[in-house]
């Protein structure tokens, strides 16, 4: 499975955008990327995936370059209940659905 | 739909005693996982099941054993309880491997003392 490089922090103004960025160089052509996040320490949520297209949702926007090679997660609005720990995640091409966990992005909003 | 149910919340166990953390899902999926999450780290896989009769090993196994008789219930059998088992466990489901969520429980909290 491949690996995921994110920075250990981030911080964001309530109201702006939060762009978490996730490095994944060594990905394989038909590896999904998931975000995850997990809100203190409860378990974690999913909010997003997708292979090559960029994705959308009610929750976020997941934006993927062309090589695969890295993703950002958008939070277009963010607010103060958004503050989480955020996985990036290489999901498996084995069919076993294991989710790597590495150790994610903590999004400290504020007012 | 209540989703994954794990029992108990909270646990604390002497060295030696042996348990069994409680997994269930309603949502007929396949997949199970249970994952365990020492304090301010990410979550490790310690075992999984692609259907029922059939587990396999994560990243984390030993000291612990799991069993899936149905599709229901992945429970997970901590024997010999060790302090180094001391942490928070999460079990979590999906339909399949690929392309789609996985389901977390809202987790056991386990101290070892």
């Known amino acids: 499975d491949a690996k995921t490089t994110q920075p250990p922090s981030m911080d964001c103004a309530e109201g702006r955008a939060a762009n978490l960025p996730c490095n994944h160089s060594?990905?394989?052509?038909?590896?999904?990327v998931y975000w995850y996040r997990q809100i203190h320490s409860q378990g974690p949520q999913y909010i997003i995936h997708?292979?090559?297209n960029n994705e959308t949702n009610e929750m976020a926007s997941l934006i993927i370059t062309e090589d695969r090679k890295s993703s950002t997660l958008i939070l277009p609005h963010a607010t103060l209940r958004d503050t989480a720990v955020y996985y990036c995640?290489?999901?498996?091409?084995?069919?076993?659905?294991?989710?790597?966990f590495g150790q994610g992005t903590t999004l400290q909003v504020k007012p | 739909n209540a989703g994954v149910t794990q029992t108990p919340k909270f646990r604390i166990l002497k060295i030696g005693q042996s348990m069994t953390l409680q997994c269930a899902q309603d949502?007929?999926?396949?997949?199970m996982y249970w994952y365990r999450q020492d304090p301010g780290m990410g979550l490790k896989l310690i075992y999984y099941?692609?259907?029922?009769?059939?587990?396999d090993k994560g990243e984390v196994p030993n000291g612990y054993n799991v069993s899936r008789s149905t599709t229901e219930y992945f429970p997970l059998r901590l024997e010999l309880a060790a302090p180094s088992q001391t942490s928070v466990y999460f079990c979590?489901?999906?339909?399949?491997?690929?392309?789609?969520?996985?389901?977390f429980g809202q987790g056991t909290r386990l101290t070892v003392v």
């Open positions: 060594t990905i394989s052509g038909n590896e999904y």
């Open positions: 979590a489901s999906s339909y399949t491997g690929l392309n789609t969520e996985a389901f």
């Open positions: 995640i290489v999901r498996g091409s084995s069919n076993t659905g294991k989710l790597i």
């Open positions: 099941s692609v259907g029922a009769g059939i587990t």
């Open positions: 949502m007929n999926h396949n997949y």
């Open positions: 997708g292979l090559k």
